[in-house]
């Protein structure tokens, strides 16, 4: 299949199920659960290629119809927007040279077509990477110095990848042009066709015999090299948030280096539970403490301060009431504000036999409130019952639709109710 055909016969919004009018929001939603289908990790192992190829092609439709200004050059000019030998989409002044460039990793050096004037110089690919951080980490934050190995201009032949006064001679596999054309599978029958740095010459455009090249770094143009960097997580980030180093990408040469991005992943935490600026944990209350009140240190904090709470007598606590603790939660990454921090009550019951006889028995139902009165009721019978029972298991296997909320996520889905089947 020829590829300018295969780019034309893409519809991104057909890819991710979506119609043209769809929000920004139906995007984004369509492609998570796109991308949850069809993520190679999801899939059995027979079919994680073309899931690998479909996984690729409905992020790449996402990166164009999630920003603005892309949408609006493919709603305008189709996949043409993106051909760099059509020199992009007519009259726009967005230089789609570097913009596939960045989305995609693509070197589109010495194409023809790209329009007159002088171009901005290349930027080579940013390179994004996890990083995992404690939630005291985020609490107080953090400051990490660490040594990367990248790859960086060789300084003895200026990137050139040849020695001193050596006249360089045409690559003959990319005709001087230092990319050569590719083409990429993105689903069954659709191939689309890519722009790749010619790995004959490294993307330059020049060939040198093997006496003539650079002894340094052999005609690569580029060199390992081990660089002390200090990443700065400030206290209050987010999860995911994207903490950027400018220019400490790999360099390329001919092209301005990207940018070396982290993303945060805050890990789990055995106490706390995080929502935005909001902190939650579960606050242990003997039965007497909850009837009685307590006076004492419930929590440590993140910082390491112990949290004193003086809950009165008469104010009994019961399974699931909640306490709020104004500005103990996270800290804002301005100022001195803070989020809230709620306390779960779980009220730790006493273990069977616990009081020695029925003298004790007797002295706590006169203190306790008096039991409710029996349900009247036409017929008594006399039921045996079951200790420690799951309600999780009500239903199960009996056919009921209701079993396990499968209309609860039918609703969330589908923003409808339950459908009755027609017979």
Not at 33 to 41: I, N, S, T
Not at 140 to 162: P, R
Not at 170 to 196: M, T, Y
Not at 300 to 323: A, C, E, F
Request: proline share 7%; aromatic share 6%; with cysteine.
């Amino acid at each position: 299949m020829d590829g300018s055909s295969a780019d034309e016969d893409i519809d991104l919004y057909a890819l991710l199920g979506v119609d043209k009018s769809a929000s920004p929001n139906d995007i984004k939603k369509a492609y998570r659960k796109l991308a949850l289908q069809h993520h190679p990790d999801k899939v059995p192992e027979e079919i994680r290629p073309e899931s690998e190829a479909k996984f690729k092609a409905i992020t790449q439709a996402y990166e164009i119809l999630r920003d603005e200004e892309k949408r609006h050059l493919y709603d305008t000019h189709g996949m043409a927007a993106f051909d760099p030998s059509r020199g992009g989409a007519g009259g726009s002044e967005v230089d789609l040279n570097d913009f596939l460039s960045q989305m995609f990793g693509m070197n589109m050096g010495g194409m023809p077509g790209g329009g007159a004037g002088p171009r901005r110089p290349r930027r080579s690919p940013d390179e994004e990477q996890p990083y995992k951080v404690t939630l005291e980490e985020l609490y107080k934050g953090k400051t990490v110095k660490f040594a990367a190995e990248k790859q960086v201009i060789c300084g003895q032949c200026k990137g050139s990848g040849a020695k001193d006064k050596v006249k360089p001679n045409k690559c003959d596999r990319c005709s001087g042009r230092g990319v050569q054309d590719a083409f990429r599978q993105i689903g069954p029958g659709l191939v689309r066709r890519e722009v790749i740095p010619c790995d004959h010459c490294q993307g330059s455009g020049m060939y040198y015999k093997e006496k003539d090249r650079c002894k340094k770094c052999k005609g690569k143009r580029t060199v390992k090299e081990t660089k002390a960097l200090e990443l700065y997580i400030p206290r209050g980030s987010l999860q995911g948030e994207r903490i950027v180093l400018e220019g400490e990408a790999d360099q390329m040469p001919d092209m301005t280096p990207g940018d070396l991005i982290f993303h945060l992943v805050e890990e789990p935490h055995d106490q706390y539970t995080r929502i935005g600026h909001d902190l939650s944990a579960d606050l242990h209350v003997t039965l007497a403490e909850a009837l009685s009140g307590f006076s004492r240190v419930v929590l440590k904090h993140l910082d390491g301060r112990g949290l004193h709470i003086d809950h009165p007598r008469g104010k009994i606590l019961r399974p699931g009431d909640v306490l709020k603790i104004p500005n103990e939660g996270m800290p804002l990454k301005r100022g001195d504000a803070k989020g809230d921090l709620y306390l779960v009550v779980k009220v730790d019951f006493p273990e069977d036999g616990w009081l020695s006889n029925d003298s004790d028995y007797d002295a706590l139902q006169k203190l306790l409130p008096p039991a409710a009165p029996p349900v009247k009721a036409d017929e008594v019978d006399e039921v045996e019952y079951e200790e420690d029972a799951d309600i999780d298991k009500m239903g199960a296997h009996q056919g009921d639709p209701r079993y396990g909320g499968d209309w609860e996520e039918e609703d969330e889905d589908d923003g409808e109710g339950p459908q009755c089947a027609t017979q």
